[in-house]
């Protein structure tokens, strides 16, 4: 079939043709170590190596005060200041556990907010002059005092102790991979906890509630 190109054309093609056709070169460590330098400054492999040691530092204060992370959204043991919350626990008034489950006019200047003090009543109360509109939600969990019932302190949720006996600390490496002879218990268990939480509208769809959990049975290390 005959071409249209130009000769300067057909000798670029030419070339590209050989080109493609050489194989692919593995760089080495020392032209690897030769792309890695370029950009970069003559303080990088400082600053990177002083940036190391922060971390480890800080990794080792961590483990020598005790920190964990946590969701209750209490500060750090280190920034813990005794003293000056038993001294504010003394002179403020003791407030009461109740829920907020509406809020009325929300975003207005009228705003008004449902509490429901357990065992109690329910109350349509304001905010105390210390709490701002945007940290009250509905649902959430306040300290209202025992006199008007203003609501004073947003509260984190309630943690639940045989859930927090629960919680792994240390994420574990162990893989579905890692065990051998239970393809079809695999499967199932991935159904019953996977599915619900990365697929939850397939429950919705078919209108049935997800599994609460599983129980494995068998012989230790099976």
């Given at each position: 079939?005959p071409d249209y ?181 695999i499967e199932k ?31 230790p290390g099976t």
């Amino acid at each position: 079939m005959p071409d249209y190109l130009g000769e300067d054309q057909r000798k670029t093609k030419q070339k590209d043709e050989k080109e493609e056709d050489k194989p692919i070169k593995a760089l080495d460590e020392a032209e690897i170590a030769l792309l890695k330098s370029y950009g970069a400054g003559p303080y990088d492999k400082a600053i990177k190596q002083t940036e190391e040691d922060v971390q480890t530092a800080l990794k080792r204060v961590n483990e020598l005060s005790g920190i964990k992370e946590s969701d209750t959204g209490l500060a750090p043991p280190a920034l813990w200041d005794l003293a000056a919350d038993k001294q504010a626990l003394q002179s403020e008034q003791p407030l009461q556990v109740a829920r907020c489950t509406k809020i009325i006019n929300e975003g207005s200047d009228d705003a008004k907010y449902i509490i429901n003090v357990k065992q109690f009543a329910k109350f349509v109360v304001d905010l105390a002059d210390t709490v701002s509109p945007t940290d009250i939600e509905e649902g959430m969990r306040v300290g209202v005092d025992r006199n008007k019932y203003q609501i004073h302190l947003p509260l984190p949720p309630k943690i639940d102790p045989s859930v927090t006996m629960m919680q792994v600390e240390e994420k574990p490496d162990v893989t579905y991979s890692d065990v051998g002879g239970c393809k079809e218990q695999i499967e199932k268990l991935r159904e019953v906890v996977e599915l619900p939480l990365l697929h939850p509208e397939k429950f919705v769809n078919l209108g049935i509630e997800p599994p609460k959990g599983v129980l494995l049975y068998g012989p230790p290390g099976t």
